[in-house]
């Protein structure tokens, strides 16, 4: 297999340069191999290449006009471009600084980010193959696409929340792996890509003094108590949240105040009714299937287990703090790690465990998670996801999405 691989490479490379698609599905062969990540890791440069910025009010779009505006700026102006963001936030000035030095061009500035949250999520991906016992089934094939398109590989879109929650995960897994410290100050430097990862930090620490002893199935019932807290008019909790938050979150349009929420809200209940109950599909699924975990599986191992205390601890800080705008934004964290598990104890576990364990309607739920996360791929990818190549795309991309070519 090792000297298939490596003859496979040029190959690889080439028809990554011709066509990125099919170089992913092509390389899918090598799925254990080092090869199969960098595939997909300069897949994501390409995706962030020809990323559509043209709606009004997302993330990219946003960055696209200020990188824009950055690149003509004088250097004193540039000195002064980021001045309201927060001190411990590098990220964005380091990254216009260091892109802008090499192009003037926004679509470059999006493979930059796209190369680097690509690296992060590959490496989570490796982890959740390397779980990967005996050979692929049906249903584990579903259980990875399912986890690709939930943890979206397109959410780089977001650019810097998303890239630092992703980064978090990564090392946080990586510490569960390995036990060593380091990985969990790599999950902890997240804050200088995005000051919201000091909740997350904070209740790292907590976890890591808990010393693995909390009871997994106390966590579990005080994290599906805490998700129906939106149920209930909390304003004294709400109010008690606003207090006590860092002082930088007040500065902030997109945090506390309600017109963000009141944004939020409008342009949800104009979507498509499966977009709607998409959320509250995936929570209920989350809680049920954790049930499985807790109280019927126990097969999930001592580093899933521990990723599972984590992700229960954090999940009911993140529903809590979800009474305030923009709180939702931790459950990006809590969510994909729960899902994680789930998906490398079925991937880990033998033929029959998956049948005998999870009900055939998980098989519904898989393909109608799948099918949502693509059509979120349709929003912010054009037709050059599918049919162009990274060397076209250095010259002209379409900007318009797939979708907009469906309808």
């Not at 598990?341 to 364990?357: E, R």
Request: proline share 3%.
């Amino acid at each position: 297999m090792y000297k298939s691989q490596e003859k496979s490479k040029p190959f690889l490379i080439l028809l990554f340069l011709l066509a990125p698609l099919l170089s992913v599905i092509v390389a899918a062969k090598f799925y254990r191999k080092k090869i199969f990540d960098q595939v997909v890791w300069l897949f994501f440069g390409f995706m962030g290449l020809i990323i559509v910025t043209t709606y009004t009010g997302s993330d990219v779009h946003r960055y696209h006009k200020w990188f824009e505006k950055y690149t003509v700026l004088d250097d004193y102006s540039k000195s002064i471009f980021f001045k309201d963001d927060v001190a411990i936030e590098i990220f964005r000035p380091a990254s216009f600084y260091i892109v802008s030095k090499c192009s003037s061009n926004p679509q470059i500035y999006f493979a930059f980010v796209a190369l680097l949250f690509g690296y992060f999520y590959v490496g989570i991906l490796r982890l959740l193959l390397n779980s990967l016992r005996g050979d692929f089934n049906l249903l584990k094939v579903l259980v990875v696409l399912n986890f690709v398109f939930l943890f979206n590989f397109v959410d780089f879109q977001f650019v810097r929340s998303t890239l630092a929650k992703t980064m978090f995960i990564y090392y946080y897994l990586l510490y569960c792996r390995d036990d060593k410290i380091k990985y969990l100050l790599g999950s902890s430097l997240s804050i200088l890509i995005h000051f919201m990862m000091v909740l997350p930090s904070f209740i790292l620490l907590i976890h890591y003094l808990l010393n693995k002893k909390s009871n997994i199935k106390l966590l579990y019932i005080f994290f599906v108590l805490s998700s129906f807290i939106l149920i209930f008019d909390f304003t004294s909790l709400k109010s008690l949240i606003e207090t006590y938050l860092p002082e930088d979150l007040e500065t902030k349009k997109g945090y506390l105040n309600e017109d963000y929420k009141e944004n939020v809200d409008s342009a949800f209940n104009s979507t498509n009714w499966y977009i709607k109950y998409y959320g509250e599909i995936s929570k209920y699924t989350l809680i049920y299937l954790s049930y499985l975990l807790v109280f019927k599986v126990k097969q999930c191992g001592n580093q899933l287990t521990n990723v599972l205390r984590f992700a229960f601890l954090f999940g009911i800080v993140a529903n809590i703090v979800s009474v305030v705008p923009s709180g939702h934004r931790f459950f990006g964290i809590a969510y994909p790690l729960i899902w994680f598990v789930v998906s490398g104890t079925i991937l880990g576990a033998a033929q029959k465990f998956p049948s005998a364990k999870f009900p055939r309607f998980i098989w519904i739920v898989f393909f109608f998670f799948i099918t949502i996360g693509l059509r979120f791929v349709f929003d912010v990818m054009p037709l050059e996801f599918f049919l162009g190549n990274p060397v076209l795309a250095f010259f002209e991309t379409s900007n318009v999405p797939l979708i907009d070519i469906i309808k």
